[in-house]
């Protein structure tokens, strides 16, 4: 397994458009997350998935963000109406059950 | 509110000394990681912390849990520059119904030749 892959890798956007995030977890493992990094911070929890049921949604996060994860395999995280605010690191990881995340290599987004 | 606290946020420490990094929990867990993070990258794994008085060492870093005192440490011996970067402890907590992984704060840690 080539482990957790995300794309794109930098994502460089007018505020006001819209960008998709998507990542692929291990083959195996049950649970995706996604989080948000910005300079100098932790990840910051934004929503996760068992199989394909998004069972958790921060209470930090607007409308305008939405993620997907159709089959149970691969996620999508949208983000509608981008403001430089939005600006960040875009980290998805997988697990399997509760156990060790592992994470992908992030999407950076620049809002400008 | 769950909270997981590192310290010291920063660590500038010069080469062949040793120091420890601190990780405190506010809620009960029994399973605590600790990820590396190089600047611009993504985050990596170093220990899994499965149990009370958990121990793991890894070259020149050890890793300890104590669940009682909600508090996991990162000992740091005879450091090197290579061993620059932010460390971060995440706690495994149930909440809402749900396990949710909480990050803390990190620590930057410099090493100085």
């Known amino acids: 397994d080539t482990g957790v892959s995300q794309d794109p890798r930098h994502k460089i956007t007018k505020r006001g458009q819209n960008v998709t995030f998507r990542c692929d977890p291990i083959s195996e493992h049950n649970r995706l997350y996604w989080y948000r990094q910005t300079l100098g911070q932790g990840p910051e929890f934004l929503t996760y998935f068992q199989n394909e049921a998004q069972l958790e949604k921060s209470r930090l996060l607007s409308d305008r963000f939405s993620a997907e994860r159709p089959k149970g395999s691969f996620s999508t995280l949208e983000i509608q109406r981008t403001e430089q605010g939005d600006s960040a690191m875009y980290l998805c990881a997988s697990s399997l059950a509760i156990g060790e995340l592992f994470f992908g290599e992030g999407s950076r987004l620049t809002v400008l | 509110e769950l909270k997981v606290e590192q310290n010291p946020l920063f660590l500038s420490m010069q080469e062949g000394k040793n120091y420890t990094i601190y990780c405190n929990y506010s809620t009960t867990s029994d399973r605590l990681y600790w990820y590396r993070q190089d600047p611009g990258k993504s985050l990596e794994s170093l220990f899994v912390?499965?149990?009370?008085?958990a121990v793991k060492q890894e070259g020149r870093l050890m890793a300890s849990l104590d669940t009682k005192a909600r508090l996991s440490t990162l000992h740091i011996t005879a450091a090197v520059h290579d061993l620059s970067a932010t460390y971060f402890c995440?706690?495994?907590?149930?909440?809402?119904?749900?396990?949710?992984?909480?990050f803390g704060t990190g620590t930057r840690l410099k090493v100085l030749a």
């Open positions: 912390l499965l149990s009370n008085g």
């Open positions: 995440a706690v495994v907590a149930f909440t809402s119904g749900t396990y949710k992984y909480i």
